[in-house]
């Protein structure tokens, strides 16, 4: 069993529509989630990162993580086609280990 | 404020080869981790550097080997190069002080012949 599954897509939206994407983990010991962009040719790029249970917003984007469920999820509000790339979840006991998803291949249409 | 850097961008090299990456962390990280990344996958970690040693490693064979300066630069090197290590090697750098995540750098494609 891989440490983090995620759904590979590709996910194809309209330009405003709402996005969610999702993972979910295997190990309850992790304790930091991670979302990261990659455009195409470009290394990861960090969006967001949480510790433990809860909500983070930061502008248009949320992280959701459920320990409960061992659940993550990054949701775009008013996407843009500046948004089309490969969202990637990540986990970590500390900060020194990642554990990726394969990434999810999002499109948003003008 | 320069971020990771990492060079070459893209290398070509036959089976039985040996190929050496370089990478530069973000100003102000001491900790370097090198990840592999094939086509349609996420990365995949292989090794992390910190005060010039190995601190953890992932699944690798020991063909993949690593160094750090005192600089804090890493060179990553893989000996007896496979047609299956054709990917994305990425560097990513922290700072040891403070639970921070990493910052990655743009890779570099390694294409193996």
């Known amino acids: 069993q891989k440490e983090v599954e995620q759904d590979p897509g590709p996910l194809s939206v309209p330009e405003g529509a709402i996005v969610s994407l999702n993972c979910t983990y295997s190990n309850s010991a992790f304790q930091y989630f991670m979302w990261y962009r990659q455009y195409s040719r470009k290394g990861p790029e960090l969006l967001m990162y949480t510790y433990s249970s809860g909500n983070k917003e930061d502008g248009r984007f949320t992280a959701q993580v459920d320990k409960s469920s061992k659940y993550i999820s990054l949701f775009i509000r008013d996407s843009q086609p500046s948004d089309s790339a490969t969202y990637l979840c990540a986990t970590d006991f500390n900060f020194n280990k990642f554990y990726f998803g394969s990434g999810t291949k999002l499109n948003v249409k003008p | 404020d320069a971020g990771v850097t990492q060079s070459p961008t893209h290398l070509i090299k036959t089976r039985g080869q040996q190929v050496t990456l370089r990478c530069s962390p973000k100003s102000g990280h001491d900790t370097v981790s090198w990840y592999q990344q094939a086509l349609g996958q996420g990365p995949q970690f292989i090794f992390q550097?910190?005060?010039?040693?190995?601190?953890q490693r992932g699944n690798f064979p020991d063909r993949f080997s690593g160094h750090q300066f005192p600089n804090y630069s890493s060179e990553l090197n893989v000996n007896a190069l496979l047609l299956g290590d054709s990917a994305l090697y990425l560097c990513a750098s922290s700072s040891s002080a403070g639970n921070q995540p990493q910052h990655f750098g743009d890779g570099t494609r390694l294409s193996i012949l």
């Open positions: 550097y910190y005060e010039e040693e190995e601190r």
